[in-house]
């Protein structure tokens, strides 16, 4: 055997990094937020502080990721829901996952997603405020 690492592309972007971390509380519950992108990060804890999303207060874990290969079709939002999860998709490129019973955000956001439109309408949406 080589000690030679073959390199495999993250198709699924599993191991992207996200350098942007922010830790608080809201009340009792500790809070995380991180992204590979810094404005998604604050534009996510700048709405979490205001209480903008209604029922978003009992997310303890907000993980954004900003996929600059994602395709930036236009399309309509389709939420999806199904007992503990519940998904949106915008287009082919964008998809956001809240799982209630573990209080957790996954996202994964095309380019052509501004922030605004993130914390204005999408979130909101997925968290069906």
């Not at 922010?22 to 500790?30: H, M």
């Not at 810094?38 to 709405?47: C, G």
């Not at 874990?61 to 007992?83: F, H, M, N, V, Y």
């Not at 019973?101 to 993130?118: D, H, M, N, W, Y």
Request: glycine share 6%; hydrophobic share 40%.
């Amino acid at each position: 055997m080589t000690a030679e690492t073959s390199w495999h592309p993250d198709l699924l972007r599993r191991f992207v990094a996200t350098p942007y971390v922010f830790n608080g509380s809201v009340g009792r519950q500790q809070l995380c937020i991180q992204s590979n992108d810094l404005e998604i990060a604050l534009s996510v804890r700048r709405s979490c502080i205001t209480h903008r999303f209604k029922g978003g207060s009992d997310i303890l874990l907000w993980k954004l990721i900003r996929d600059s290969a994602a395709p930036e079709d236009d399309a309509q939002i389709l939420t999806i829901s199904d007992g503990v999860l519940r998904t949106l998709h915008l287009g082919t490129g964008t998809v956001l996952i809240y799982d209630r019973e573990r209080a957790e955000v996954l996202g994964f956001i095309s380019p052509a997603v501004k922030t605004q439109e993130l914390s204005s309408s999408l979130i909101p949406s997925l968290l069906g405020t």
